[in-house]
C-alpha cells in the first residue's frame, strides 16, 4: 500500500514514502528533503543465529555518486572496494540510536541499508538516512521499541538552527547530531567550537523538544501502513540454575570486583569461571546458558557496588579521574610526539608536518574535499592482550579517530598563519577504558612539542553512567568493564574554555536533561583535572618548529614571472625541487611556497628563484660565471638562467689579444650591466666594473 506523509522540521519539508520501492523488503522507506533523496531498507532473516553474544545488526550507508551526477574517479568508474570515511560514519550514526532498542533476546540477522540516489548541495543525507532507518524499522515485521528521530543543531549567532544549509552551517558555532525517543535522547554525536556546558545542553534539549513531529509522523506511518511485528523472545531465565551459580560464585566474585589491576580481574573471573562450570551438571545445563548467568551476576555486583557504596572496580570514586603520566618528545626522528598514560590506557601519538601537497584528497558527491588535518587512530591488538590479523583500520578505528580529529581542529592555526598539512598518527598501547580520548590528549602535547601554534591543550574524558531505578550514578573517567557493564558512554572533548567535540551511546533507552546536564558538568571538572596534569609535561607550543620538520618560507614575485621559474613542461621547478630538495608550491597571483628540509635550504631556493625571477638593472655590478668564451668576447651569467655578453674591447682598460688570456669558462668575474636592448639582450663590462672598483677604493 502506497502512502506518502510529510512534515515541516526547521524550515524545510520532510517526506516520507512507502509501497512503491523495494516493496519485498522488510520495511521501505524513500526519504525526501529538497531534492536529496536516501532509500532505506530493513530486512532480517525469518530464522534466528545461535546466540553470538551480540545483537547481529548491520548497517550500511551508500553514496552513489549518480546522486549528484558525478562519474567515480577510480581506474574502474564504480563504486568499489571498502566504504569511503563519509559512508562509515553515517552506518556508525545510524547504527547508535537504533541498537539499543531492540529486544535483547532478538537473534535474527537484521540488516538496514541506506542509498542515497539523489544528491542536493545543500542538504546532507546523513540525517535523511537515520530517520529513514526508524521508519523502515518501524514499518517492517521486525521488533523495535522506537521510533527515534534525529535531527543537526546549528547555533548561529546566538540563535539555534535545527537542520541547516550546509552554507549555514558553515558559520555555525556547534555541528551537533542528535538522536531521541519521544521521551527521551539516544545519541549524540558532534563538534563545538569550545561552546560552554549551558549551549551545548541547550542544543540538545533543543533538538529533542523540536524532533517530536518526526516522531508523530513515523507513528501515523506505521499504523497505516505497516506490518504486524514479529513475536520476540521472552526472556527466560532458570532462577534454580541462576540461585547455583551464585552461590558457586559469590566469595569469588567479591574477589573479582575487589581486583583493580584489568589483566589480573579478567584472569580471576576465568579462573571463577571454570570453577562455577565444574560445580554444574553441564549435562542438564548448557554451558553458554551458565557464563551467560555468570556474566549478569557479575554486572549486579559490579553495578551494585557502585550504586549503593560509591565504590568503583578500581577503587576509586565515582568522579575520580586515573593517575596521569605526560612525556613529549619521546621519539627523536618525530617532528612532535607524546606519550599519554591515564590508568592502564596508553597512547603514543605522533606528530607529521608536511606541505600542502600532502592535504588529503577526497571524492564526495559534492566534489572533491581537501583535509590539511588528519588524525590516524590504530588499536593494536596487543594493546588489550589479544592475538587478532591485522587488516587495516575498523569502523571503530575509524569513527575514533573522527572523534578526535574534532576536538582537535577547533584549536588549529588557521592556514593564513600556519600553511602546514598536519597529521596525527595515534598507536594506542594499552587499552582500558578510553583510548580515544587518550589519543586527543597525546595528540594536543605531540602538535605543541612539535611547535604548532594551537590555541590552546586539548583534553578529552569518557563519562559512565549506571541507572538502577531512581539511582543514578555518573562515572568520570570509566574503565573499560565499566564502559561493557555500564548504561552510557559519553565523550567530551575541550579546552579550558569549553567544549570541543562530544559522542554519547546508551545502552537503555535514553537519558534525560537532568542525567545529560550532570555528566556534563562532571566532565568539564574532569577535563580540566587532565588539563593540569597536561601543562605540567608542555604548557604552551615550542617556539620554533622541529628541527626534522620542514621548514616554510613564502616570497611573491610578478606573475608574469612564473613560467620563468615553471619552465617548459615543468622542467625548471622540477630541477629546482631535486637540486634543494625543497616543495615548491606557485600560486596564480605569484605566491611562492617553499617547504625545504633546513632554513638553509630553503634560503639558498629563495636566492636562485629571486635571480631566476630579477630584471637586470642597467648600471649595476654582478658577480656572474663565464659561461662560454667565443672570440669576440664571452657570456656571463649574472642572474640564473640569465647570460649577457661581454665584448673582447670591454674586459680591460688595455688592449687584449685572446679572451682567454684574461677569462676561462668557469670562472666567476664582476661584470656591469651597460645595456639592455629591446629583445632582451644584454651588454656587460669587466673593465667597467675594474674602474669602479678602483675609484670606491
Same mark, same amino acid.
Given at each position: 500500500?502506497?502512502?506518502?506523509?510529510?512534515?515541516?522540521?526547521? %524550515?524545510?519539508?520532510?517526506?516520507?514514502?512507502?509501497?512503491?520501492?523495494?516493496?519485498?523488503?522488510?520495511?521501505?522507506?524513500?526519504?525526501?528533503?529538497?531534492?536529496?533523496?536516501?532509500?532505506?531498507?530493513?530486512?532480517? @532473516?525469518?530464522?534466528?543465529?545461535?546466540?553470538?553474544?551480540?545483537?547481529?545488526?548491520?548497517?550500511?550507508?551508500?553514496?552513489?555518486?549518480?546522486?549528484?551526477?558525478?562519474?567515480?574517479?577510480?581506474?574502474?568508474?564504480?563504486?568499489?572496494?571498502?566504504?569511503?570515511?563519509?559512508?562509515?560514519?553515517?552506518?556508525?550514526?545510524?547504527?547508535?540510536? =537504533?541498537?539499543? $532498542?531492540?529486544?535483547?533476546?532478538?537473534?535474527?540477522?537484521?540488516?538496514?541499508?541506506?542509498?542515497?540516489?539523489?544528491?542536493?548541495?545543500?542538504?546532507?543525507?546523513?540525517?535523511?538516512?537515520?530517520?529513514?532507518?526508524?521508519?523502515?524499522?518501524? =514499518?517492517?515485521?521486525?521488533?523495535?521499541?522506537?521510533?527515534?528521530?534525529?535531527?543537526?543543531?546549528?547555533?548561529?549567532?546566538?540563535?539555534?538552527?535545527?537542520?541547516?544549509?550546509?552554507?549555514?552551517?558553515?558559520?555555525?558555532?556547534?555541528?551537533?547530531?542528535?538522536?531521541?525517543?519521544?521521551?527521551?535522547?539516544?545519541?549524540?554525536?558532534?563538534?563545538?567550537?569550545?561552546?560552554?556546558?549551558?549551549?551545548?545542553?541547550?542544543?540538545?534539549?533543543?533538538?529533542?523538544?523540536?524532533?517530536?513531529?518526526?516522531?508523530?509522523?513515523?507513528?501515523?506511518?506505521?499504523?497505516?501502513?505497516?506490518?504486524?511485528?514479529?513475536?520476540?523472545?521472552?526472556?527466560?531465565?532458570?532462577?534454580?540454575?541462576?540461585?547455583?551459580?551464585?552461590?558457586?560464585?559469590?566469595?569469588?566474585?567479591?574477589?573479582?570486583?575487589?581486583?583493580?589491576?584489568?589483566?589480573?580481574?579478567?584472569?580471576?573471573?576465568?579462573?571463577?569461571?571454570?570453577?562455577?562450570?565444574?560445580?554444574? %551438571?553441564?549435562?542438564?545445563?548448557?554451558?553458554?546458558?551458565?557464563?551467560?548467568?555468570? %556474566?549478569?551476576?557479575?554486572?549486579?555486583?559490579?553495578?551494585?557496588?557502585?550504586?549503593?557504596?560509591?565504590?568503583?572496580?578500581?577503587?576509586?570514586?565515582?568522579?575520580?579521574?586515573?593517575?596521569?603520566?605526560?612525556?613529549?618528545?619521546?621519539?627523536?626522528?618525530?617532528?612532535?610526539?607524546?606519550?599519554?598514560?591515564?590508568?592502564?590506557?596508553?597512547?603514543?601519538?605522533?606528530?607529521?608536518?608536511?606541505?600542502?601537497?600532502?592535504?588529503?584528497?577526497?571524492?564526495?558527491?559534492?566534489?572533491?574535499?581537501?583535509?590539511?588535518?588528519?588524525?590516524?587512530?590504530?588499536?593494536?591488538?596487543?594493546?588489550?592482550?589479544?592475538?587478532?590479523?591485522?587488516?587495516?583500520?575498523?569502523?571503530?578505528?575509524?569513527?575514533?579517530?573522527?572523534?578526535?580529529?574534532?576536538?582537535?581542529?577547533?584549536?588549529?592555526?588557521?592556514?593564513?598563519?600556519?600553511?602546514?598539512?598536519?597529521?596525527?598518527?595515534?598507536?594506542?598501547? @594499552?587499552?582500558?577504558?578510553?583510548?580515544?580520548?587518550?589519543?586527543?590528549?597525546?595528540?594536543?602535547?605531540?602538535?605543541?612539542?612539535?611547535?604548532?601554534?594551537?590555541?590552546?591543550?586539548?583534553?578529552?574524558?569518557?563519562?559512565?553512567?549506571?541507572?538502577?531505578?531512581?539511582?543514578?550514578?555518573? $562515572?568520570?573517567?570509566?574503565?573499560?568493564?565499566?564502559?561493557?557493564?555500564?548504561?552510557?558512554?559519553?565523550?567530551?572533548?575541550?579546552?579550558?574554555?569549553?567544549?570541543?567535540?562530544?559522542?554519547?551511546?546508551?545502552?537503555?533507552?535514553?537519558?534525560?536533561?537532568?542525567?545529560?546536564?550532570?555528566?556534563?558538568?562532571?566532565?568539564?571538572?574532569?577535563?580540566?583535572?587532565?588539563?593540569?596534569?597536561?601543562?605540567?609535561?608542555?604548557?604552551?607550543?615550542?617556539?620554533?618548529?622541529?628541527?626534522?620538520?620542514?621548514?616554510?618560507?613564502?616570497?611573491?614575485?610578478?606573475?608574469?614571472?612564473?613560467?620563468?621559474?615553471?619552465?617548459?613542461?615543468?622542467?625548471?621547478?622540477?630541477?629546482?625541487?631535486?637540486?634543494?630538495?625543497?616543495?615548491?608550491?606557485?600560486?596564480?597571483?605569484?605566491?611562492?611556497?617553499?617547504?625545504?628540509?633546513?632554513?638553509?635550504?630553503?634560503?639558498?631556493?629563495?636566492?636562485?628563484?629571486?635571480?631566476?625571477?630579477?630584471?637586470?638593472?642597467?648600471?649595476?655590478?654582478?658577480?656572474?660565471?663565464?659561461?662560454?668564451?667565443?672570440?669576440?668576447?664571452?657570456?656571463?651569467?649574472?642572474?640564473?638562467?640569465?647570460?649577457?655578453?661581454?665584448?673582447?674591447?670591454?674586459?680591460?682598460?688595455?688592449?687584449?689579444?685572446?679572451?682567454?688570456?684574461?677569462?676561462?669558462?668557469?670562472?666567476?668575474?664582476?661584470?656591469?650591466?651597460?645595456?639592455?636592448?629591446?629583445?632582451?639582450?644584454?651588454?656587460?663590462?669587466?673593465?667597467?666594473?675594474?674602474?669602479?672598483?678602483?675609484?670606491?677604493?
Amino acid at each position: 500500500m502506497y502512502k506518502r506523509l510529510e512534515v515541516v522540521v526547521g %524550515d524545510r519539508n520532510m517526506i516520507f514514502e512507502t509501497g512503491k520501492l523495494a516493496k519485498q523488503a522488510s520495511g521501505s522507506v524513500m526519504i525526501s528533503c529538497g531534492e536529496t533523496m536516501v532509500l532505506v531498507t530493513a530486512v532480517a @532473516e525469518k530464522n534466528a543465529k545461535e546466540d553470538m553474544g551480540f545483537m547481529p545488526l548491520t548497517i550500511e550507508y551508500q553514496e552513489r555518486l549518480y546522486a549528484a551526477g558525478r562519474i567515480p574517479g577510480n581506474y574502474f568508474r564504480r563504486e568499489i572496494g571498502r566504504p569511503s570515511e563519509k559512508e562509515i560514519l553515517t552506518s556508525r550514526l545510524i547504527d547508535r540510536p =537504533l541498537r539499543p $532498542l531492540f529486544p535483547k533476546t532478538w537473534k535474527a540477522e537484521t540488516q538496514v541499508i541506506a542509498t542515497v540516489l539523489s544528491a542536493e548541495t545543500e542538504i546532507d543525507p546523513d540525517i535523511l538516512a537515520m530517520n529513514g532507518a526508524s521508519a523502515a524499522l518501524a =514499518l517492517s515485521d521486525i521488533p523495535w521499541s522506537g521510533p527515534v528521530a534525529a535531527g543537526r543543531v546549528a547555533y548561529i549567532d546566538g540563535a539555534y538552527v535545527l537542520n541547516p544549509s550546509k552554507s549555514k552551517l558553515a558559520g555555525s558555532a556547534l555541528n551537533l547530531v542528535v538522536a531521541c525517543t519521544e521521551n527521551a535522547v539516544v545519541m549524540v554525536e558532534g563538534r563545538s567550537e569550545e561552546q560552554s556546558e549551558e549551549v551545548v545542553l541547550e542544543a540538545i534539549f533543543f533538538a529533542h523538544e523540536h524532533l517530536q513531529p518526526l516522531i508523530a509522523l513515523q507513528k501515523t506511518l506505521q499504523a497505516e501502513a505497516g506490518k504486524a511485528k514479529r513475536a520476540a523472545a521472552l526472556p527466560v531465565v532458570n532462577e534454580a540454575l541462576q540461585a547455583k551459580v551464585e552461590e558457586l560464585a559469590a566469595a569469588g566474585m567479591e574477589q573479582v570486583v575487589n581486583t583493580a589491576e584489568k589483566m589480573e580481574r579478567s584472569n580471576r573471573y576465568d579462573v571463577l569461571k571454570d570453577e562455577v562450570l565444574a560445580g554444574i %551438571d553441564l549435562d542438564l545445563h548448557k554451558k553458554d546458558e551458565v557464563i551467560e548467568l555468570l %556474566d549478569a551476576y557479575r554486572k549486579k555486583i559490579m553495578r551494585d557496588r557502585i550504586v549503593n557504596q560509591g565504590i568503583r572496580l578500581d577503587g576509586r570514586s565515582v568522579d575520580q579521574v586515573r593517575p596521569i603520566e605526560c612525556e613529549v618528545g619521546v621519539l627523536p626522528k618525530a617532528h612532535g610526539s607524546a606519550l599519554f598514560t591515564r590508568g592502564e590506557t596508553q597512547a603514543l601519538v605522533v606528530a607529521t608536518l608536511g606541505s600542502e601537497r600532502d592535504e588529503l584528497h577526497i571524492e564526495g558527491l559534492n566534489g572533491d574535499v581537501y583535509r590539511r588535518f588528519m588524525l590516524h587512530y590504530n588499536f593494536q591488538p596487543f594493546c588489550v592482550g589479544e592475538v587478532r590479523a591485522l587488516r587495516g583500520p575498523s569502523r571503530r578505528d575509524i569513527g575514533h579517530g573522527t572523534l578526535a580529529r574534532r576536538g582537535v581542529e577547533a584549536v588549529l592555526p588557521e592556514p593564513a598563519n600556519f600553511p602546514y598539512t598536519m597529521r596525527l598518527t595515534s598507536e594506542v598501547l @594499552e587499552s582500558n577504558g578510553s583510548s580515544s580520548m587518550a589519543t586527543v590528549c597525546g595528540g594536543s602535547l605531540a602538535l605543541m612539542d612539535a611547535g604548532v601554534p594551537i590555541k590552546g591543550p586539548v583534553s578529552g574524558v569518557a563519562m559512565g553512567l549506571i541507572k538502577e531505578g531512581d539511582k543514578v550514578v555518573v $562515572l568520570t573517567d570509566i574503565l573499560g568493564d565499566e564502559d561493557h557493564l555500564g548504561d552510557m558512554d559519553f565523550k567530551v572533548v575541550g579546552t579550558a574554555n569549553g567544549i570541543s567535540s562530544l559522542q554519547m551511546d546508551i545502552k537503555i533507552n535514553g537519558v534525560d536533561r537532568q542525567i545529560m546536564g550532570l555528566a556534563l558538568a562532571q566532565a568539564k571538572d574532569g577535563r580540566l583535572h587532565i588539563l593540569e596534569k597536561m601543562n605540567e609535561a608542555i604548557g604552551i607550543p615550542r617556539k620554533e618548529i622541529a628541527d626534522h620538520a620542514p621548514k616554510f618560507v613564502s616570497m611573491k614575485i610578478n606573475s608574469d614571472k612564473i613560467r620563468d621559474i615553471i619552465g617548459p613542461g615543468g622542467k625548471i621547478i622540477r630541477e629546482m625541487t631535486a637540486e634543494f630538495d625543497a616543495k615548491i608550491d606557485v600560486e596564480d597571483d605569484g605566491t611562492i611556497k617553499i617547504f625545504a628540509k633546513s632554513n638553509e635550504s630553503a634560503e639558498a631556493l629563495m636566492a636562485h628563484i629571486e635571480g631566476l625571477t630579477a630584471i637586470p638593472e642597467v648600471g649595476r655590478i654582478y658577480n656572474g660565471t663565464v659561461k662560454t668564451i667565443k672570440d669576440f668576447g664571452a657570456f656571463v651569467e649574472i642572474l640564473p638562467g640569465t647570460d649577457g655578453m661581454v665584448h673582447i674591447s670591454e674586459l680591460a682598460a688595455t688592449r687584449v689579444s685572446k679572451v682567454e688570456d684574461v677569462l676561462k669558462e668557469g670562472e666567476r668575474v664582476k661584470v656591469k650591466v651597460l645595456e639592455v636592448d629591446s629583445r632582451g639582450r644584454i651588454r656587460l663590462s669587466r673593465k667597467a666594473a675594474l674602474e669602479e672598483a678602483e675609484a670606491t677604493n
